[in-house]
């Protein structure tokens, strides 16, 4: 079992900014691919950004030149830094680890709120 635990969100202003975290298990960034998928009331989860295992980055195109995700090995963290916020950002963002193209894991999620 892999335990997952996000960190970070909370309220922000439209053009504010915030970095998210995900605690991870040791070694995981080498086993498995870590996803931002994030929630809005009312609507399906979706993906946000992912990093593989070999480091390459990926997003979806509405997050592109706003946010940015890296890893800090040493500290087992994954962070997902979110500038330029806008209210449709806002939602339950949740960190998952993707092995072989299945979401295998999850976290419990971290509300972002942005609203003036």
């Known amino acids: 079992q892999v335990q997952l635990v996000e960190s970070g969100g909370g309220l922000v202003q439209p053009g504010g900014s915030l970095r998210l975290s995900c605690a991870a298990p040791g070694n995981i960034f080498s086993r498995y691919t870590i996803a931002w998928h994030r929630q809005a009331p009312g609507k399906k989860r979706e993906f946000v950004a992912e990093?593989?295992?070999?480091?390459?980055?990926n997003y979806v195109d509405s997050v592109k030149g706003r946010f940015t995700v890296s890893g800090d090995n040493a500290k087992n963290t994954l962070f997902l830094q979110m500038n330029r916020l806008k209210a449709e950002d806002t939602g339950v963002y949740y960190c998952?680890?993707?092995?072989?193209?299945?979401?295998?894991?999850w976290g419990q999620g971290t509300q972002v709120t942005v609203s003036s």
């Open positions: 990093m593989t295992t070999g480091g390459t980055t």
């Open positions: 998952a680890a993707k092995r072989f193209g299945v979401y295998i894991y």
